[in-house]
């Protein structure tokens, strides 16, 4: 589903708006804050879902500027084809037609947007900013079941189910429960036991079993004691057969050592101590050797490294140093004298060249004293101005003269050709002959009255001619009829005679009355006849050959119209020929005073061509320039004066330069002299200045360092002649150590000494042989009495101890045999004790307490089938979560790495839980109140891409409605939200609105399908 155009009749600011031709990818809308970007965005909202219902923070948008609250757009979809949305706010009313004109139901609309209700398109299709940031705008039933709960499939939740698990368990067995079931068994299992042990029968037979119990228990502990005194005699004998051998030693080494008295005095350590002093001795004495070997190399180097110091150059080091820190300032200089010296050639050559542009007559002197100031260009320009005006002027002035002088010709030949055609018009020639022929002037109107008089002569002749009085004849007719009745009457029947004279006398009567009737007549016709032809003789060019007819009088009415159409053909022709002549006339008059209007603005001209000649000569420059061309020639000369100037200043900074160049190479001359140092020299014997200071400073530093190096030898002289004495002190102690090392030992040489510490060290072994077994034999004694514990081993052989060991071993095992048959007679004394205990009410007591264990058993079992249900569905949760995650997560996934270039790589969320979680790259999970605001807004945006591209892969793609998303972005982030967005806009159409150039840019750097609308001041336009 694409929108292909909008109409705004009057929605907020918009008021009869239209926009059309929108890109199918992405269509940008720029507009500065409050410019109705916002209003716009709303009103696409409202056309797809009609107004919400109005609450805090919504609005209607009503029209602020006029028209219906209404709008219309054009759709293109797949399932409908080319559609036209119209709906009218208030009054509420929508309109759906097809291209056919066909219309839709309301229901049509609805399938289009795939049942997208309108609080899942506010907050994932067209959304602004402010949704975008908000959490909980994602928080609705509609849009949380399209972000979480699109694949997870119906049934129970994890949670729900992990919840009832949980409760199940906890309804059982809850650590501190007082009521649970299990935790009610255990207690009263508890208690049966207490009841059980209180329960005991103190009979006669159990009193008696018991008595045998404890005698059993007494002889038990008697041998039992027996055993613990004999196993004390028989650790002692073993003790002492473990200690025969070292006793056996203890002696022997005690004899020998009392056979060497008496013992040998050795200083402590003396032959260690000896052989260290005599080994530091030998080292101090070879280092000693060593320093006098430095000393002597010392000394050479001395005399070698004062033959490399220049002393003078070392006096005038500070002098040496400071031309080395100018040496770079001073190439510098040279450089900028070469660069100076370039400039001075190059200038000249430009303003030789500016001099042959003004011509051979310009020399620097004329260029230094033309007057370029403003005044000169006031003049300049007003000259021109007074020039161009008169140029002008005279231009209008001729053009209106040359144009009225055609006009002119024009008129001439207008009037010539009016008179021409007036001349040989034949209805002109015929009212001309018409007029000289007749004696007195041609009047149409009177031959107008005559044929209207003629026609009503003509119309009574005819009526008379052809008719016959109606009174006449009605009295003949009655006469002659009734004389005619009376002459036949008396054929039919009988009448008297005079009768039948009387009808001869009527009938006579009759004729007689028709015959003069008819005489009168033809009498009056001739006279009227003659009349009409007296009255056509008053016109013969009607009437050339006059008859009373009508077919004369139509030929006349013919000559007529013919004289009346004449006489319009040269009225017509008479008028355009007095036109034509007042035109020329009146062209004469405008040709004369054009004429003269051109002559004067002539004179004007001339007049400002000799003022700009005049104002030229009198600063010498050539007549024959423009005086448009003289501001180029002005500049012609600011730009040579200024060359003028730069010669100065560079003439003037090169001597600047050369004299500080020469002072630098007269000092370096000096020191070169005082030092004996002959300067580097160029092929041409010149002096090779940076190279000839190089050569002092590393003179000068070579001196320095083999100075500091002298310097430093003749302290370490010092330092080794130091070194030497506290040698020859160290010799004299160690030869003193050893000497008391030979009196301690009372020998007088090392020999003898070696030999005395050989006897002293076999003495020491053997005592130290006698302290080790006195210790061992100390330590196994009681309370560290050896000498008791030697007395008991001395009375004794180690074979009477052997024998001793054997007797206590056999009277042990017959002891502990004893012991296990009383111990056996015990264990049934107890069975029968056990047996006598069991009666009717411990049995009771037993089978309830089996009963709770057993319903506490299966009690248990199902707290652990919760328990192992628990962790199994743990552990199929977090499986799951790792292998099946909803497509739309996957999808925002997607995008979010993409928007932040791998630092996230995907979007996690818990099974059955309404939060996400953003997976860093190295895996962490992170929850979105621990990420920045533009991260946060780039999780959310991905959420909703996600969800786009899955709703549109199975449903009509709806257009994408987006507000200034990206003002929290950084650059690299708001280029890969641009490259996502141009991915989104192969599927779905998109609207974005921002207040920001660089969007624009940016969006149209990385979308190829893409175009720019304006919003500005309630007003849209294409850019």
Same mark, same amino acid.
């Given at each position: 589903?694409?929108?292909?155009?909008?109409?705004?009749?009057?929605?907020?600011?918009?008021?009869?708006?239209?926009?059309?031709?929108?890109?199918?990818?992405?269509?940008?809308?720029?507009?500065?804050?409050?410019?109705?970007?916002?209003?716009?965005?709303?009103?696409?909202?409202?056309?797809?879902?009609?107004?919400?219902?109005?609450?805090?923070?919504?609005?209607?948008?009503?029209?602020?500027?006029?028209?219906?609250?209404?709008?219309?757009?054009?759709?293109?979809?797949?399932?409908?084809?080319?559609?036209?949305?119209?709906?009218?706010?208030?009054?509420?009313?929508?309109?759906?037609?097809?291209?056919?004109?066909?219309?839709?139901?309301?229901?049509?609309?609805?399938?289009?947007?795939?049942?997208?209700?309108?609080?899942?398109?506010?907050?994932?299709?067209?959304?602004?900013?402010?949704?975008?940031?908000?959490?909980? =705008?994602?928080?609705?039933?509609?849009?949380? !079941?399209?972000?979480?709960?699109?694949?997870?499939?119906?049934?129970?939740?994890?949670?729900?189910?992990?919840?009832?698990?949980?409760?199940?368990?906890?309804?059982?067995?809850?650590?501190?429960?007082?009521?649970?079931?299990?935790?009610?068994?255990?207690?009263?299992?508890?208690?049966?036991?207490?009841?059980? !042990?209180?329960?005991?029968?103190?009979?006669?037979?159990?009193?008696?079993?018991?008595?045998?119990?404890?005698?059993?228990?007494?002889?038990?502990?008697?041998?039992?004691?027996?055993?613990?005194?004999?196993?004390?005699?028989?650790?002692?004998?073993?003790?002492?057969?473990?200690?025969?051998?070292?006793?056996?030693?203890?002696?022997?080494?005690?004899?020998?050592?009392?056979?060497?008295?008496?013992?040998?005095?050795?200083?402590?350590?003396?032959?260690?101590?000896?052989?260290?002093?005599?080994?530091?001795?030998?080292?101090?004495?070879?280092?000693?050797?060593?320093?006098?070997?430095?000393?002597?190399?010392?000394?050479?180097?001395?005399?070698?490294?004062?033959?490399?110091?220049?002393?003078?150059?070392?006096?005038?080091?500070?002098?040496?140093?400071?031309?080395?820190?100018?040496?770079?300032?001073?190439?510098?200089?040279?450089?900028?004298?070469?660069?100076?010296?370039?400039?001075?050639?190059?200038?000249?050559?430009?303003?030789?060249?500016?001099?042959?542009?003004?011509?051979?007559?310009?020399?620097?002197?004329?260029?230094?004293?033309?007057?370029?100031?403003?005044?000169?260009?006031?003049?300049?320009?007003?000259?021109?101005?007074?020039?161009?005006?008169?140029?002008?002027?005279?231009?209008?002035?001729?053009?209106?003269?040359?144009? %009225?002088?055609?006009?002119?010709?024009?008129?001439?030949?207008?009037?010539?050709?009016?008179?021409?055609?007036?001349?040989?018009?034949?209805?002109?020639?015929?009212?001309?002959?018409?007029?000289?022929?007749?004696?007195?002037?041609?009047?149409?109107?009177?031959?107008?009255?005559?044929?209207?008089?003629?026609?009503?002569?003509?119309?009574?002749?005819?009526?008379?001619?052809?008719?016959?009085?109606?009174?006449? %004849?009605?009295? =003949?007719?009655?006469?002659?009829?009734?004389?005619?009745?009376?002459?036949?009457?008396?054929?039919?029947?009988?009448?008297?005679?005079?009768?039948?004279?009387?009808?001869?006398?009527?009938?006579?009567?009759?004729?007689?009355?028709?015959?003069?009737?008819?005489?009168?007549?033809?009498?009056?016709?001739?006279?009227?006849?003659?009349?009409?032809?007296?009255?056509?003789?008053?016109?013969?060019?009607?009437?050339?050959?006059?008859?009373?007819?009508?077919?004369?009088?139509?030929?006349?009415?013919?000559?007529?119209?013919?004289?009346?159409?004449?006489?319009?053909?040269?009225?017509?022709?008479?008028?355009?020929?007095?036109?034509?002549?007042?035109?020329?006339?009146?062209?004469?008059?405008?040709?004369?005073?054009?004429?003269?209007?051109?002559?004067?603005?002539?004179?004007?001209?001339?007049?400002?061509?000799?003022?700009?000649?005049?104002?030229?000569?009198?600063?010498?420059? !050539?007549?024959?320039?423009?005086?448009?061309?003289?501001?180029?020639?002005?500049?012609?000369?600011?730009?040579?004066?200024?060359?003028?100037?730069?010669?100065?200043?560079?003439?003037?900074?090169?001597?600047?330069?050369?004299?500080?160049?020469?002072?630098?190479?007269?000092?370096?001359?000096?020191?070169?002299?005082?030092?004996?140092?002959?300067?580097?020299?160029?092929?041409?014997?010149?002096?090779?200045?940076?190279?000839?200071?190089?050569?002092?400073?590393?003179?000068?530093?070579?001196?320095?360092?083999?100075?500091?190096?002298?310097?430093?030898?003749?302290?370490?002289?010092?330092?080794?002649?130091?070194?030497?004495?506290?040698?020859?002190?160290?010799?004299?102690?160690?030869?003193?150590?050893?000497?008391?090392?030979?009196?301690?030992?009372?020998?007088?040489?090392?020999?003898?000494?070696?030999?005395?510490?050989?006897?002293?060290?076999?003495?020491?072994?053997?005592?130290?042989?006698?302290?080790?077994?006195?210790?061992?034999?100390?330590?196994?004694?009681?309370?560290?009495?050896?000498?008791?514990?030697?007395?008991?081993?001395?009375?004794?052989?180690?074979?009477?101890?052997?024998?001793?060991?054997?007797?206590?071993?056999?009277?042990?095992?017959?002891?502990?045999?004893?012991?296990?048959?009383?111990?056996?007679?015990?264990?049934?004394?107890?069975?029968?004790?056990?047996?006598?205990?069991?009666?009717?009410?411990?049995?009771?007591?037993?089978?309830?307490?089996?009963?709770?264990?057993?319903?506490?058993?299966?009690?248990?079992?199902?707290?652990?089938?919760?328990?192992?249900?628990?962790?199994?569905?743990?552990?199929?949760?977090?499986?799951?979560?790792?292998?099946?995650?909803?497509?739309?997560?996957?999808?925002?996934?997607?995008?979010?790495?993409?928007?932040?270039?791998?630092?996230?790589?995907?979007?996690?969320?818990?099974?059955?839980?309404?939060?996400?979680?953003?997976?860093?790259?190295?895996?962490?999970?992170?929850?979105?109140?621990?990420?920045?605001?533009?991260?946060?807004?780039?999780?959310?945006?991905?959420?909703?891409?996600?969800?786009?591209?899955?709703?549109?892969?199975?449903?009509?793609?709806?257009?994408?409605?987006?507000?200034?998303?990206?003002?929290?972005?950084?650059?690299?982030?708001?280029?890969?939200?641009?490259?996502?967005?141009?991915?989104?806009?192969?599927?779905?159409?998109?609207?974005?609105?921002?207040?920001?150039?660089?969007?624009?840019?940016?969006?149209?750097?990385?979308?190829?399908?893409?175009?720019?609308?304006?919003?500005?001041?309630?007003?849209?336009?294409?850019?």
């Amino acid at each position: 589903m694409r929108i292909t155009d909008l109409q705004i009749q009057g929605f907020g600011v918009f008021a009869e708006q239209k926009l059309s031709d929108f890109s199918s990818g992405v269509n940008i809308f720029i507009g500065n804050n409050e410019a109705g970007k916002s209003t716009c965005l709303a009103f696409l909202r409202y056309m797809l879902f009609g107004l919400p219902r109005k609450g805090k923070g919504i609005s209607h948008h009503e029209p602020l500027r006029g028209g219906n609250h209404a709008g219309a757009l054009g759709i293109d979809s797949q399932k409908f084809g080319t559609l036209r949305l119209e709906r009218s706010f208030k009054p509420k009313r929508v309109t759906i037609t097809k291209q056919d004109g066909s219309a839709l139901e309301e229901t049509a609309l609805q399938a289009l947007l795939g049942n997208v209700s309108r609080d899942l398109y506010t907050n994932v299709y067209g959304f602004s900013l402010t949704e975008l940031q908000s959490k909980d =705008a994602l928080s609705g039933d509609a849009v949380r !079941n399209a972000l979480y709960g699109t694949v997870h499939g119906g049934g129970a939740s994890y949670t729900e189910v992990m919840k009832n698990l949980a409760a199940r368990r906890e309804a059982l067995f809850k650590k501190g429960g007082k009521v649970l079931p299990l935790n009610k068994n255990l207690k009263e299992l508890e208690q049966l036991r207490k009841d059980l !042990n209180a329960s005991e029968d103190s009979v006669a037979a159990y009193l008696t079993v018991s008595k045998q119990v404890a005698e059993f228990e007494e002889e038990l502990s008697k041998l039992n004691a027996a055993l613990r005194a004999l196993a004390t005699q028989e650790g002692i004998i073993q003790t002492d057969l473990r200690l025969w051998k070292t006793f056996s030693e203890y002696k022997e080494k005690k004899i020998v050592l009392d056979a060497e008295e008496p013992y040998v005095t050795f200083p402590a350590e003396g032959l260690s101590r000896f052989e260290a002093h005599a080994r530091m001795l030998q080292e101090k004495r070879e280092q000693l050797a060593g320093i006098q070997r430095t000393t002597e190399q010392l000394q050479r180097e001395i005399v070698q490294k004062k033959s490399l110091i220049n002393t003078e150059l070392v006096a005038q080091q500070d002098a040496v140093r400071a031309l080395s820190e100018e040496k770079a300032v001073m190439a510098e200089k040279s450089r900028e004298v070469e660069q100076l010296e370039n400039e001075y050639k190059t200038t000249e050559r430009e303003l030789a060249g500016y001099c042959d542009q003004l011509g051979s007559n310009w020399t620097p002197e004329k260029i230094t004293a033309f007057d370029i100031s403003e005044n000169t260009r006031r003049e300049v320009a007003e000259l021109e101005e007074a020039i161009t005006a008169a140029h002008q002027h005279r231009a209008l002035t001729e053009a209106e003269y040359t144009r %009225l002088g055609s006009e002119r010709t024009d008129a001439k030949r207008n009037l010539e050709q009016c008179r021409a055609e007036y001349e040989a018009d034949g209805d002109v020639q015929r009212l001309a002959a018409l007029n000289k022929a007749c004696e007195k002037p041609f009047s149409s109107e009177e031959y107008k009255e005559t044929l209207r008089d003629i026609r009503a002569q003509l119309s009574a002749f005819q009526s008379m001619e052809t008719g016959i009085g109606a009174g006449t %004849l009605f009295a =003949a007719t009655t006469f002659g009829v009734t004389g005619l009745a009376l002459l036949l009457l008396p054929f039919i029947t009988q009448l008297p005679q005079y009768m039948m004279y009387a009808g001869g006398v009527c009938l006579l009567f009759a004729v007689g009355a028709v015959f003069l009737q008819k005489t009168k007549k033809e009498k009056n016709v001739r006279e009227q006849k003659q009349a009409i032809l007296n009255a056509m003789a008053t016109v013969p060019v009607l009437f050339p050959t006059p008859e009373v007819s009508e077919h004369c009088l139509l030929n006349a009415g013919d000559v007529f119209a013919e004289i009346q159409q004449a006489i319009l053909v040269e009225k017509s022709l008479r008028s355009s020929l007095v036109t034509a002549q007042q035109k020329i006339e009146q062209v004469e008059a405008r040709y004369r005073d054009a004429e003269k209007a051109f002559h004067i603005a002539e004179a004007s001209t001339e007049k400002a061509k000799t003022n700009v000649d005049e104002w030229l000569n009198e600063r010498g420059l !050539n007549a024959s320039i423009r005086i448009q061309h003289v501001p180029d020639i002005i500049q012609l000369v600011k730009d040579a004066k200024a060359k003028l100037i730069r010669i100065s200043e560079v003439t003037a900074r090169k001597k600047i330069l050369l004299a500080q160049l020469h002072a630098y190479n007269e000092q370096q001359d000096a020191l070169c002299t005082v030092a004996h140092i002959e300067p580097e020299l160029a092929f041409d014997r010149s002096v090779k200045r940076d190279a000839t200071q190089d050569k002092l400073l590393r003179i000068l530093t070579e001196s320095l360092s083999a100075l500091t190096e002298m310097q430093g030898l003749s302290v370490s002289i010092q330092r080794e002649q130091d070194n030497a004495a506290a040698l020859h002190d160290s010799i004299a102690g160690l030869e003193k150590e050893i000497n008391g090392l030979f009196v301690a030992a009372e020998v007088t040489g090392e020999e003898e000494f070696r030999s005395k510490f050989a006897v002293y060290t076999k003495q020491q072994v053997l005592l130290s042989d006698v302290s080790a077994l006195k210790a061992s034999l100390t330590a196994a004694s009681d309370e560290g009495d050896i000498d008791r514990l030697v007395a008991r081993i001395g009375q004794q052989s180690e074979q009477e101890l052997r024998v001793k060991a054997s007797e206590l071993a056999a009277e042990i095992t017959a002891k502990e045999s004893a012991l296990e048959e009383f111990r056996q007679k015990l264990i049934e004394a107890r069975v029968r004790q056990e047996k006598l205990t069991s009666t009717e009410e411990r049995a009771l007591v037993r089978a309830q307490g089996e009963s709770v264990r057993e319903e506490s058993n299966n009690l248990a079992r199902e707290w652990a089938r919760y328990k192992i249900a628990e962790h199994l569905l743990s552990r199929a949760r977090e499986r799951f979560e790792r292998e099946q995650q909803p497509e739309v997560i996957k999808q925002a996934g997607m995008f979010f790495s993409t928007i932040t270039k791998g630092a996230y790589s995907k979007v996690f969320k818990p099974l059955g839980e309404d939060t996400i979680f953003a997976v860093a790259e190295d895996g962490t999970r992170r929850d979105p109140d621990h990420l920045s605001r533009g991260t946060v807004e780039q999780l959310y945006l991905s959420l909703r891409l996600g969800h786009i591209l899955s709703h549109s892969t199975q449903n009509e793609a709806l257009p994408v409605i987006m507000d200034d998303i990206m003002v929290n972005f950084d650059p690299d982030r708001a280029a890969t939200t641009a490259q996502t967005i141009a991915e989104l806009s192969k599927h779905n159409q998109v609207f974005l609105f921002t207040c920001h150039p660089q969007t624009v840019e940016l969006m149209q750097r990385h979308i190829d399908n893409s175009k720019v609308f304006s919003v500005a001041n309630g007003t849209l336009s294409m850019n």
